[in-house]
T-cell receptor, first 112, second 111 residues
Framework: SQKIEQNSEALNIQEGKTATLTCNYTNYSPAYLQWYRQDPGRGPVFLLLIRENEKEKRKERLKVTFDTTLKQSLFHITASQPADSATYLCALGRGNTDKLIFGTGTRLQVFP | DGGITQSPKYLFRKEGQNVTLSCEQNLNHDAMYWYRQDPGQGLRLIYYSQIVNDFQKGDIAEGYSVSREKKESFPLTVTSAQKNPTAFYLC??????????FGPGTRLLVL
């Protein structure tokens, strides 16, 4: 069965540094991959979508890469701020279905 | 003000009781979803609907039921058959395909 792995351990970094989160998957061929942010006790919020034929996508301080050979996506937050502290979820989808498969998320903590 | 709303924020269920969680959206999205989130686990799909009067089971549909009589509404009933209902329930909507927009969630607790 398909499996998505995100680092279950929290990532702790200092303010101003670049945070890099990883999303690996197996037994799946996604048409696109998405990243969401979730704050405690709230619903996830969409951040970025990258398609299988795209290598990289940027939005302000965020950058996502997608390597379909390695079956991996990297999510970068540059010049991180304490306000970036949250759990980040990756999700995979195919073009012929509306269902998304979510990873368990990685909690990011940015310290001043 | 467009968005997706869920109510109540907290819900308490007594043993043997059915409870219904509300989800409403005014985004004019065709598709709606219900997820369950437990600590340390990802979002698990309970039910989804791509069009009014039609819905499909997700990965963990047992003990739950839904209806989709209106485009704007997709209520979830947690039945007494669901033996471990304590969780955070999230509703989402999307234009057909891709990005999903989530509500604020309902936390269900068992008395």
């Amino acid at each position: 069965s398909q499996k998505i792995e995100q680092n279950s351990e929290a990532l702790n970094i200092q303010e101003g540094k670049t945070a890099t989160l990883t999303c690996n998957y197996t037994n799946y061929s996604p048409a696109y991959l998405q990243w969401y942010r979730q704050d405690p006790g709230r619903g996830p919020v969409f951040l970025l979508l990258i398609r299988e034929n795209e290598k990289e996508k940027r939005k302000e301080r965020l950058k996502v890469t997608f390597d379909t050979t390695l079956k991996q996506s990297l999510f970068h937050i540059t010049a991180s701020q304490p306000a970036d502290s949250a759990t980040y979820l990756c999700a995979l989808g195919r073009g012929n279905t509306d269902k998304l498969i979510f990873g368990t998320g990685t909690r990011l903590q940015v310290f001043p | 003000d467009g968005g997706i709303t869920q109510s109540p924020k907290y819900l308490f269920r007594k043993e043997g009781q059915n409870v219904t969680l509300s989800c409403e959206q005014n985004l004019n999205h065709d598709a709606m979803y219900w997820y369950r989130q437990d600590p340390g686990q990802g979002l698990r799909l309970i039910y989804y609907s791509q069009i009014v009067n039609d819905f499909q089971k997700g990965d963990i549909a047992e003990g739950y039921s839904v209806s989709r009589e209106k485009k704007e509404s997709f209520p979830l009933t947690v039945t007494s058959a669901q033996k471990n209902p304590t969780a955070f329930y999230l509703c989402a909507s999307s234009p057909v395909g891709e990005t999903q927009y989530f509500g604020p969630g309902t936390r269900l607790l068992v008395l």
